[in-house]
């Protein structure tokens, strides 16, 4: 019942994000997205309960772009291989975030119930921290840096990525 509405952006799903974009970014539109489809003829399905409504959708090109079907095609493959290998270093990066954070909080919590860290568990709470640090600055931006951070490999194969995918 009421109204019902759906949009798609003509594009694949994209790659999996290392974290969730930030108020900020949803503000200005950032939305992550996938490689735009080719131009062609997609089926729409929608169902409702039993009810099953299908519908043809013609993509067509801009006549003000001056590429060929091969050219556009190859640019689709090459930002899906792109997707492909982005996905799994951001789930990486986000466990290692993760992992992290629960470090930081279980020495939180310790502190808080027991007065202190007992000084085998802080140097081992340190050492684990300190080799996820460094295994997130060996492949990423740490977010401790902030814009001062060199950009590393996950941060040029998501900006090779974002430039295939998205022209």
């Known amino acids: 019942k009421g109204l019902n509405r759906t949009t798609w952006g ?16 949803m503000e200005f539109g950032f939305v992550p997205r996938g490689p735009q489809v080719l131009p062609g003829t997609y089926t729409v399905r929608m169902t409702f309960g039993e009810t099953k409504i299908e519908k043809t959708v013609e993509v067509r090109m801009d006549p003000t772009i001056r590429v060929t079907p091969q050219q556009l095609a190859e640019q689709l493959d090459l930002a899906m291989k792109l997707r492909d290998l982005v996905s799994p270093i951001n789930e990486g990066l986000r466990a290692l975030d993760s992992y992290r954070l629960q470090a930081t909080q279980i020495e939180s919590v310790a502190k808080e119930r027991l007065g202190s860290v007992p000084p085998d568990a802080a140097k081992a709470l340190e050492a684990y921290k300190k080799r996820l640090t460094e295994l997130i600055r060996s492949m990423a931006t740490d977010p401790d840096e ?19 995918a998205g022209g």
Do not use: I
Not at 10 to 25: I, S, V
Not at 146 to 164: E, H, K, P, S, T
């Open 10 to 25: 003509l594009t694949y799903e994209g790659a999996k994000q290392r974290r969730p974009p930030t108020p900020e970014q």
């Open 146 to 164: 902030g814009l001062r951070g060199a950009a590393r490999f996950a941060d040029q194969l998501n900006g090779l990525y974002f430039a295939v």
